[in-house]
């Protein structure tokens, strides 16, 4: 793996929500064995530097957080609703 720090810093150009998931799930992997080996708890994780720029730059790509209302009712809408998880079967 590539110095998790680089690619906190290269996060920030990206414009592929999917492939900068991925990436940031690779980089929370060391951050916890990180934080378990030196006995830190999920707030040293969470405010980690590396974490904020990953989060800020999802909060760029989905709309800088002006949809979070209106994204939370339609989820909770839709989870009431019983609606399918996309790309599962419907039992």
Avoid at 20 to 34: K, P
Avoid at 50 to 70: D, K, R, W
Wanted: net charge negative.
């Amino acid at each position: 793996m590539r110095n998790i720090y680089e690619l906190a810093i290269f996060s920030q150009g990206a414009c592929n929500l999917g492939a900068l998931v991925r990436s940031w799930a690779e980089v929370m992997n060391t951050l916890q064995q990180e934080a378990r080996d030196n006995h830190l708890g999920s707030e040293w994780i969470n405010k980690h530097p590396i974490n904020v720029l990953f989060a800020e730059q999802i909060y760029h790509l989905t709309g800088q957080g002006s949809m979070y209302s209106h994204s939370y009712a339609e989820c909770v809408a839709k989870s009431a609703a019983g609606l399918p998880t996309p790309g599962r079967a419907v039992s």
